[in-house]
């Protein structure tokens, strides 16, 4: 089977896991910082560390590889929604938080691959 399709069947996952869960978060949280996405991005970011010492050790097949971080986990993160949610924070003066925004991604995001991995 093409790896195009194993990314096509993993982005169903991930998109779809991305909706749900950045929404319920944004529906939980409220005011005009982007909890939905920085969550998605900070979890994609704890997983892909955890799964890649898993996939390290048990040598996963290349076609589930490409399914799961290119296709699952690459719809699931949204770094160009975090792109985007930043310059709208900036536009609407909001440094401080735009700026805590990028710190916090950045940051939080290296912290958790570097855990998930160290965990497995």
Excluded: K, Q
Aim: proline fraction near 3%; aromatic fraction near 16%; glycine fraction near 16%.
């Amino acid at each position: 089977m093409p790896s195009l399709v194993y990314v096509a069947l993993g982005a169903v996952f991930g998109a779809s896991g991305r909706y749900l869960v950045a929404g319920w978060v944004s529906r939980a949280a409220s005011g005009v910082f982007p909890w939905g996405t920085l969550c998605v991005n900070l979890i994609g970011c704890f997983v892909i560390g955890a799964a890649w010492g898993l996939a390290e050790r048990s040598l996963w097949p290349p076609a589930f590889r490409t399914f799961f971080f290119v296709g699952l986990l690459g719809s699931f993160t949204t770094f160009s929604s975090f792109g985007l949610e930043t310059l709208h924070l900036l536009r609407d003066g909001e440094l401080g938080l735009a700026a805590g925004y990028v710190l916090g991604s950045n940051l939080l995001g290296f912290l958790l691959v570097w855990l998930g991995l160290s965990l497995t």
